[in-house]
T-cell receptor, first 112, second 117 residues
């Protein structure tokens, strides 16, 4: 079982539409990071949220950390083909040692 | 600035052979992580080092896997003997502080795609 569940796993929409991707867990995280990964490359950090209820914006992307620090969402407004990629959430947790655990990702395709 | 460098980019080997993956972290980063990515399981943490010392290896699948960091600029992940189920993309990442708790981003290499036939 995954510590972090992302939904949906796959999403294909038209350019200009809005979308939301979710990252859920029953565990509390010290922080939550969002990464984007393109084919043949490693994940690249988009944002880190630390405080429960925190909202951060990155151009057309809005990230929110749940009040209880167990979940997070990523909302994209007016999606563009350049937003296509694998979106990964990752939570900071202590399991014997400090570590960052990843969800399985949401594979997003924006069609022109 | 050079990012995290991994080699080789692709590796195809036969079952039973030894495989060695290599990583050069970003200069000055004191944490190094090895992750494995598959469609079924996503990104899994295998092991990570702090100042060249292994901190957590609880993600290493079994004794066939071993990792070393002889100095601050080099790490290896070895699989001996390799099996078809080891086929995956293996990523190395580095950071200035443990990701998550200290809110530091992980800087990933472009991975090594391993295929074991």
């Amino acid at each position: 079982t995954q510590l972090l569940e992302q939904s949906p796993q796959f999403l294909s929409i038209q350019e200009g539409e809005n979308l939301t991707v979710y990252c859920n867990s029953s565990s509390v995280f010290s922080s939550l990071q969002w990464y984007r990964q393109e084919p043949g490359e490693g994940p690249v950090l988009l944002v880190t949220v630390v405080t429960g209820g925190e909202v951060k914006k990155l151009k057309r992307l809005t990230f929110q950390f749940g009040d209880a620090r167990k979940d997070s969402s990523l909302h994209i407004t007016a999606a563009q083909p350049g937003d296509t990629g694998l979106y990964l959430c990752a939570g900071g947790i202590i399991q014997g040692a400090q570590k960052l655990v990843f969800g399985q990702g949401t594979r997003l395709t924006i069609n022109p | 600035d050079a990012g995290v460098i991994q080699s080789p980019r692709h590796e195809v080997t036969e079952m039973g052979q030894e495989v060695t993956l290599r990583c050069k972290p970003i200069s000055g980063h004191d944490y190094l992580f090895w992750y494995r990515q598959t469609m079924m399981r996503g990104l899994e943490l295998l092991i990570y080092f702090n100042n060249n010392v292994p901190i957590d290896d609880s993600g290493m699948p079994e004794d066939r896997f071993s990792a070393k960091m002889p100095n601050a600029s080099f790490s290896t992940l070895k699989i001996q003997p390799s099996e078809p189920r080891d086929s995956a993309v293996y990523f190395c990442a580095s950071s200035l502080a443990a990701g998550g708790v200290y809110n530091s981003p992980l800087h990933f290499g472009n991975g090594t795609r391993l295929t074991v036939t």
